[in-house]
């Protein structure tokens, strides 16, 4: 029953940044991982960031570790991933999801229970 809605995409040049926002209904996300993946055409979805809502600690794929940063609100519900220095192999569709299993830190995209319908991100060289 839970809905995830992902916002914030859009075209770039390489160095510039984006927020993207992840609305989340018909539950909370406390004490739950919620991550960031994403998808370019004719490759694997793969992960961006993590983080458990319970405690704010936060997980990041190497390609993005200092330049993306992964943070929660849960007055809004509402999850963010600020991506800056942005560079063209960061494009593709950006997914939100919601693990409600017992894995810590999922990485996985099979892992996941509810998946936003995606944001596209394009970076411009």
Do not use: H
Not at 46 to 57: D, K, M, N, R
């Amino acid at each position: 029953q839970v809905q995830l809605v992902e916002s914030g995409g859009g075209s770039v040049q390489a160095g510039g940044s984006l927020r993207l926002s992840c609305a989340a209904s018909g539950a909370p996300i406390i004490r739950k991982y919620m991550g960031w993946f994403r998808q370019a055409p004719g490759k694997e979805r793969e992960v961006v960031a993590v983080i458990y809502t319970g405690s704010g600690s936060t997980y990041y794929g190497d390609s993005v570790k200092g330049r993306f940063t992964i943070s929660q609100d849960n007055a809004k519900n509402t999850v963010y991933l600020q991506m800056n220095s942005l560079k063209p192999e960061d494009t593709g569709m950006y997914y939100c999801a919601l693990s409600i299993g017992g894995i810590s830190f999922p990485v996985r995209p099979n892992a996941y229970n509810y998946w936003g319908q995606g944001t596209q991100v394009t970076v411009s060289s």
